[in-house]
């Protein structure tokens, strides 16, 4: 059930802060390659698209990856097997093929017409308006594909406070089952051990935390799944802000814990 | 080869296939070039065809879903952008997108070229084709040297779009042992092609 895709739009929007990265501290924490030639060859699930998509905005050498991995699949596709073979028939209906695409575009109005929506990227909902961001968070240093799904509804009033000092706010879960939230953590608050049940990617977006000895800062990607025990920190200073992708439910690993969230309504 | 009857007395230089092929994608963006159209037509619709076989599209969604891919390459035509790689590539996206949209029927977002949020480095200049090795011999080359169980992999990425998990299943591998391998075909193609190694 897609509808169609909107017209692309070229936005055009003096960045609101002023707050360009020239200086962006160099992202050490990239996509795992893998992830990288599923997306490039489109088999990546959509939520999971949307993080890579996010990151790609912030690294240039993610970006130069994909890019050569889509030509790679150029490159495959020109020299594909069985292209070469043209029949006297192939070759007819080749030509009525085109006879028939030149009609279309001799009777095409303006650019009009549904077309696949490919080219840059897809910005589903116009840019949030600087009165709907809340206070406490700004949008506007979120890359626009991700802003395109937060969309017009995004509210102040509807993060869900997980735990003290930590609160999420949860996006439409995917067709594949992947489940999407923004999470804002307050400075230096530490989460409470767990597991996952399936894998966990966290995008920083502003601050940081600290992982298993390792601290990630905005455009980093941190990567658990149902091997990992692992309790993060919000690092100090800016609140942490980060967009994290869940295949499955987190598993607290604290009895205690345990028996609250049996108390406590699920999110 | 046919009677060289050229009016150039200098005709060993003939433009590469590729290199002919962004010249007439861009007739058809400055001129509205039909003749030009109608080359890549015959080139690249047997191409078309053969993907979309391949990805398991039925008949008559393969025919159509064709068409589409040319329409969308004539009507947007003006965003074919030579610096980011050839025809072939630009196209096979296209496909790869229309796949996604109306066989899949999903959605796959992508980075906004327009973001100001665009994290261009100090020392990258937007301007400049940083891929100048994404050229065919380049590709062809990088692509050789990719062993047969990475190529097996790769092609059921890109022909068959298959997941780690699914090819992990077809292959009768750990999906550990998946990821490993494409990783490590990542890098040897991240070397073989980029034009900057990164840390």
Same mark, same amino acid.
């Not at chain 1, 206070?135 to 395109?148: A, K, M, N, R």
């Not at chain 2, 996604?100 to 029927?105: E, G, K, P, S, Y």
């Given at each position: 059930?897609?509808?169609?895709?909107?017209?692309?739009?070229s936005?055009?929007?003096?960045?609101?802060?002023?707050? @360009?990265?020239?200086?962006?501290?160099?992202?050490?924490?990239? =996509?795992?390659?893998?992830?990288?030639?599923?997306?490039?060859?489109?088999?990546?699930?959509?939520?999971?698209?949307?993080?890579?998509?996010?990151?790609?905005?912030?690294?240039?050498?993610?970006?130069?990856?994909?890019?050569?991995?889509?030509?790679?699949?150029?490159?495959?596709?020109? +020299? @594909?097997?069985?292209?070469?073979?043209?029949?006297?028939?192939?070759?007819?209906?080749? @030509?009525?093929?085109?006879?028939?695409?030149?009609?279309? =575009?001799?009777?095409d109005?303006?650019d009009?017409?549904p077309?696949?929506?490919?080219?840059?990227?897809?910005?589903? +909902?116009?840019?949030?308006s600087?009165?709907?961001?809340?206070?406490?968070?700004? =949008?506007?240093?979120?890359?626009?594909?991700?802003?395109?799904?937060?969309?017009?509804?995004f509210?102040?009033?509807k993060?869900k406070?997980?735990?003290?000092?930590v609160?999420?706010?949860?996006?439409?879960?995917?067709?594949?089952?992947?489940?999407?939230?923004?999470?804002?953590?307050?400075a230096g $608050?530490?989460?409470?051990?767990?597991?996952?049940?399936? $894998?966990?990617?966290?995008?920083?977006?502003?601050?940081?935390m600290?992982?298993?000895?390792?601290?990630?800062r $905005?455009?980093?990607?941190?990567?658990?799944?149902?091997?990992?025990?692992?309790?993060? $920190?919000?690092?100090?200073?800016?609140?942490?802000?980060?967009?994290?992708?869940?295949?499955g439910?987190?598993?607290?690993?604290?009895?205690?814990?345990?028996?609250?969230?049996?108390?406590?309504?699920?999110? | 080869?046919?009677?060289?009857?050229?009016?150039?007395?200098?005709?060993? /230089?003939?433009?590469?296939?590729?290199?002919?092929?962004?010249?007439?994608?861009?007739?058809?963006?400055?001129?509205?070039?039909?003749?030009?159209?109608?080359?890549?037509?015959? *080139?690249?619709?047997?191409?078309?065809?053969?993907?979309?076989?391949?990805?398991?599209?039925?008949?008559?969604?393969?025919?159509?879903?064709?068409?589409? /891919?040319?329409?969308?390459?004539?009507?947007?035509?003006?965003?074919?952008?030579?610096?980011?790689?050839?025809?072939?590539?630009?196209?096979?996206?296209?496909a790869?997108?229309?796949f996604?949209?109306?066989?899949?029927?999903e959605?796959?977002?992508?980075?906004?070229?327009?973001?100001?949020?665009?994290?261009?480095?100090?020392?990258e200049?937007?301007?400049?084709?940083?891929?100048?090795?994404l050229?065919?011999?380049?590709?062809?080359?990088?692509?050789?040297?990719?062993?047969?169980?990475?190529?097996?992999?790769?092609?059921?990425?890109?022909?068959?779009?298959?997941?780690?998990?699914?090819?992990?299943?077809?292959?009768?591998?750990?999906?550990?042992? /998946?990821k490993?391998?494409v990783?490590?075909? /990542?890098? *040897?193609?991240? *070397?073989?092609?980029?034009?900057?190694?990164?840390?």
């Open positions: 059930m897609i509808d169609s895709q909107p017209e692309n739009t936005p055009e929007h003096p960045h609101s802060n002023g707050v @360009v990265s020239a200086d962006h501290p160099e992202i050490c924490h990239h =996509i795992d390659g893998a992830d990288l030639m599923a997306y490039a060859s489109g088999n990546t699930p959509e939520l999971l698209s949307l993080l890579i998509a996010t990151h790609l905005t912030l690294c240039g050498q993610c970006r130069n990856t994909v890019d050569l991995l889509e030509a790679v699949g150029g490159h495959l596709f020109d +020299e @594909v097997v069985g292209a070469d073979v043209v029949s006297p028939d192939d070759a007819t209906s080749v @030509v009525s093929a085109m006879a028939q695409t030149l009609d279309v =575009i001799a009777t109005k303006t009009g017409g077309t696949i929506d490919d080219l840059s990227s897809t910005v589903r +909902e116009e840019k949030l600087s009165d709907s961001r809340p206070t406490h968070l700004d =949008i506007g240093e979120f890359p626009l594909v991700l802003q395109s799904y937060i969309g017009r509804n509210d102040s009033q993060w406070r997980l735990l003290a000092g609160e999420s706010w949860r996006l439409i879960d995917d067709s594949s089952g992947l489940q999407a939230s923004l999470m804002r953590v307050d $608050r530490v989460m409470p051990r767990h597991t996952h049940q399936g $894998r966990e990617l966290t995008l920083i977006l502003g601050g940081s600290l992982d298993r000895d390792v601290v990630y $905005r455009g980093d990607v941190v990567e658990a799944d149902q091997t990992t025990r692992h309790q993060p $920190r919000a690092g100090d200073g800016d609140d942490c802000v980060c967009l994290a992708v869940l295949e439910d987190v598993v607290l690993t604290n009895p205690l814990y345990q028996m609250l969230s049996k108390i406590l309504p699920s999110n | 080869m046919s009677t060289n009857v050229n009016r150039s007395e200098n005709s060993s /230089v003939k433009p590469s296939v590729p290199a002919l092929h962004s010249q007439l994608m861009e007739a058809v963006a400055e001129n509205q070039d039909t003749a030009a159209f109608a080359e890549l037509f015959a *080139h690249y619709t047997p191409r078309l065809r053969a993907y979309l076989i391949r990805t398991g599209a039925t008949g008559g969604v393969v025919e159509e879903l064709v068409q589409e /891919v040319m329409l969308t390459a004539w009507r947007k035509a003006a965003l074919y952008k030579r610096a980011q790689g050839g025809v072939s590539t630009w196209l096979y996206t296209i790869r997108n229309a996604i949209d109306h066989v899949r029927r959605k796959r977002p992508t980075y906004d070229s327009d973001d100001p949020l665009l994290n261009i480095a100090s020392d200049d937007p301007e400049h084709d940083v891929n100048t090795k050229n065919a011999v380049a590709l062809r080359t990088a692509i050789k040297g990719l062993s047969e169980e990475q190529m097996k992999v790769i092609l059921l990425f890109y022909f068959a779009h298959k997941t780690h998990t699914e090819i992990a299943e077809e292959l009768n591998l750990p999906l550990g042992t /998946v490993s391998r990783r490590l075909a /990542v890098e *040897h193609l991240r *070397h073989a092609l980029s034009d900057r190694i990164d840390s």
